[in-house]
Protein backbone atom coordinates (compact mmCIF):
# COMPACT_ATOMS: atom_id res chain seq x y z
CA UNK A 1 0.00 0.00 0.00
CA UNK A 2 1.13 3.85 -0.95
CA UNK A 3 -0.12 6.67 0.97
CA UNK A 4 -0.18 10.50 -0.48
CA UNK A 5 -2.15 13.59 0.23
CA UNK A 6 -3.87 15.49 -2.37
CA UNK A 7 -5.71 18.84 -2.63
CA UNK A 8 -8.86 18.84 -5.10
CA UNK A 9 -9.60 22.20 -6.21
CA UNK A 10 -11.58 22.09 -9.06
CA UNK A 11 -14.61 19.69 -10.77
CA UNK A 12 -11.62 18.84 -13.15
CA UNK A 13 -9.64 17.89 -10.59
CA UNK A 14 -12.32 14.97 -9.13
CA UNK A 15 -13.06 14.31 -12.69
CA UNK A 16 -9.81 13.45 -13.28
CA UNK A 17 -9.31 11.98 -10.42
CA UNK A 18 -12.22 9.68 -10.66
CA UNK A 19 -11.11 8.63 -14.38
CA UNK A 20 -7.64 7.46 -13.11
CA UNK A 21 -8.85 5.60 -10.80
CA UNK A 22 -11.47 3.56 -12.42
CA UNK A 23 -8.56 2.68 -14.88
CA UNK A 24 -6.46 0.97 -12.19
CA UNK A 25 -7.26 -2.36 -11.31
CA UNK A 26 -6.20 -1.91 -7.51
CA UNK A 27 -8.31 -0.94 -4.95
CA UNK A 28 -8.22 3.19 -4.30
CA UNK A 29 -9.50 4.71 -1.22
CA UNK A 30 -9.66 8.35 -0.04
CA UNK A 31 -9.71 9.04 3.51
CA UNK A 32 -11.01 12.29 4.97
CA UNK A 33 -11.18 12.47 8.34
CA UNK A 34 -12.96 9.85 9.76
CA UNK A 35 -14.34 9.02 6.56
CA UNK A 36 -13.32 6.15 3.86
CA UNK A 37 -14.24 6.85 0.53
CA UNK A 38 -13.62 4.40 -2.69
CA UNK A 39 -11.92 6.98 -5.15
CA UNK A 40 -13.80 5.34 -7.81
CA UNK A 41 -17.45 6.78 -6.67
CA UNK A 42 -18.20 10.37 -7.50
CA UNK A 43 -20.88 10.88 -5.54
CA UNK A 44 -18.64 9.77 -2.33
CA UNK A 45 -16.36 12.66 -3.33
CA UNK A 46 -18.25 14.65 -3.04
CA UNK A 47 -20.01 14.00 0.28
CA UNK A 48 -16.59 14.80 1.57
CA UNK A 49 -14.64 18.00 2.69
CA UNK A 50 -12.62 18.95 -0.64
CA UNK A 51 -11.20 22.28 1.12
CA UNK A 52 -9.03 20.40 2.75
CA UNK A 53 -6.40 17.91 1.54
CA UNK A 54 -7.25 13.92 1.66
CA UNK A 55 -5.07 11.31 1.94
CA UNK A 56 -5.27 8.64 -0.80
CA UNK A 57 -4.24 5.46 -0.53
CA UNK A 58 -3.50 3.16 -3.41
CA UNK A 59 -3.82 -0.74 -2.50
CA UNK A 60 -1.56 -1.99 -5.59
CA UNK A 61 2.04 -2.28 -6.45
CA UNK A 62 4.63 0.58 -6.41
CA UNK A 63 4.47 0.37 -9.84
CA UNK A 64 0.15 1.21 -10.26
CA UNK A 65 0.31 3.52 -7.01
CA UNK A 66 3.83 5.29 -8.97
CA UNK A 67 1.50 5.91 -12.28
CA UNK A 68 -1.35 6.63 -10.52
CA UNK A 69 0.35 9.27 -8.52
CA UNK A 70 1.44 10.54 -12.20
CA UNK A 71 -1.87 10.84 -13.61
CA UNK A 72 -2.53 13.12 -10.58
CA UNK A 73 0.65 15.29 -10.99
CA UNK A 74 -0.15 19.10 -9.73
CA UNK A 75 -2.71 17.82 -7.02
CA UNK A 76 -0.84 16.19 -5.18
CA UNK A 77 0.45 18.09 -2.08
CA UNK A 78 3.34 17.33 0.62
Do not use: Q, W
Amino acid sequence: MTAFNIKLSSINDVKALVNAATEMECEIDLISGRYVINAKSLIGIFSIDLTKPITVEVHGSDDEAARFKEILGDCIVE
